[in-house]
C-alpha cells in the first residue's frame, strides 16, 4: 500500500513538535512533524498505518530524550528550612496558550536535565529563572535553557524557589538564597549518582534569579541551611 509520498527529509533537529507527539500521542501532531522534515511544501499523506505511526512514534522519543527533563525531585527532604506551616495555592500561568512560569512558589524542587553519557563534560549548572522575585519565568529562563545546556553535554538544574512572603516564612530575606544553597549542596552530594564533577559545579540566574546566583556566589561562607556534611555551598563558577 501506498502510505505517504515524502521528498528528501530535513535534519531532524528542526522537528521541534516532537515533544508534543510523544506527550499526546497524536496523530495530527505526527503528521506535522513529517511536514517539517520536508525540503518541499508540496507532498500528500494517504494513509499512515498504525504500525508505522507506532514506530515513528518511537523513533522521535529516543531523539528528542535529551530535550525533556529526566525527574523532578524535591529540594528539601526533611522539611523546609525558614517555612511556615501555610497551604499556599501555586498559580501556573501560561503566556499566548503556552506553558510560562509559576508565582505562589512554596514547595521549591529542582528539574533534572542531564546530558547523554557520551556526550557529558561533567560539568553543572543550576538554573534560577527570574521574575522580579514575584513570579519565575519557568519555560524561558529555565527549561530553554537546561535543554541547550543538555544539549551540549552540562548537566542542568532548574530551581524552583521560594519567592519572598511573610506568609510562607519568618525571614522572607533569606528565603530563595537557602533554596540556592541547598539546590549546589544537593547537585554535589549526588555527583556520583548524575555523572558530575563535584568540582564543576556552577550557578546562573536572569534578572531576579541573577540577583540570586550573584548572592549565593558571595555569601558561601554563612551557610543558612543545615549541612552537617559540611558540602561546599560554593559554586565553582557564575553566570
Known amino acids: 500500500m501506498n502510505y505517504y509520498t515524502l521528498p528528501a527529509l530535513r535534519s531532524l533537529a528542526i522537528a521541534m513538535n516532537a515533544k508534543d507527539v510523544a506527550t499526546n500521542h497524536s496523530k495530527a501532531g505526527l503528521l506535522f512533524v513529517l511536514s517539517l522534515l520536508s525540503n ?4 500528500k499523506i494517504i494513509c499512515l498505518n498504525m504500525k508505522i505511526q507506532c514506530c515513528l512514534l518511537g523513533f522521535f522519543m529516543v531523539v528528542f530524550q535529551c530535550l525533556t527533563a529526566q525527574k523532578i525531585i524535591p529540594l528539601y527532604s526533611d522539611g523546609i528550612p525558614n517555612s511556615i506551616s501555610y497551604e499556599m495555592k501555586e498559580v501556573r500561568l501560561n503566556w499566548d496558550g503556552k506553558f510560562g512560569g509559576y508565582r505562589n512558589v512554596s514547595n521549591p524542587t529542582l528539574e ?11 560539568a553543572a549548572v ?8 514575584g ?6 529562563e529555565g527549561i ?7 544539549r551540549h553535554g552540562v548537566a542542568a538544574f532548574i530551581l524552583k524557589y521560594r519567592l519572598p512572603s511573610d506568609s510562607i516564612m519568618p525571614d522572607k530575606s533569606i528565603g530563595p538564597l537557602q533554596d540556592a544553597q541547598q539546590a549546589i549542596k544537593l547537585v554535589r552530594q549526588n555527583a556520583v ?6 568540582g564543576k559545579v556552577g550557578i546562573m540566574g ?15 561562607n554563612n551557610a543558612y541551611i543545615p549541612n552537617p556534611a559540611k558540602t561546599s555551598l560554593r559554586p565553582d563558577f557564575m553566570v
Open 206 to 220: 536572569f534578572s531576579a534569579g541573577g540577583h540570586l546566583a550573584a548572592t549565593a556566589g558571595t555569601h558561601f
Open 112 to 122: 533534572l536535565y542531564l546530558p547523554d553519557k557520551g556526550n557529558s563534560s561533567g
Open 126 to 133: 543550576v538554573i534560577c529563572p527570574g521574575g522580579g522575585y
Open 193 to 198: 549518582k548524575w555523572g558530575i564533577d563535584a
Open 40 to 43: 518541499h511544501c508540496y507532498y
Open 144 to 150: 530553554n535553557i537546561a535543554q541547550t545546556f543538555a
Open 135 to 140: 513570579m519565575l519565568s519557568y519555560r524561558l
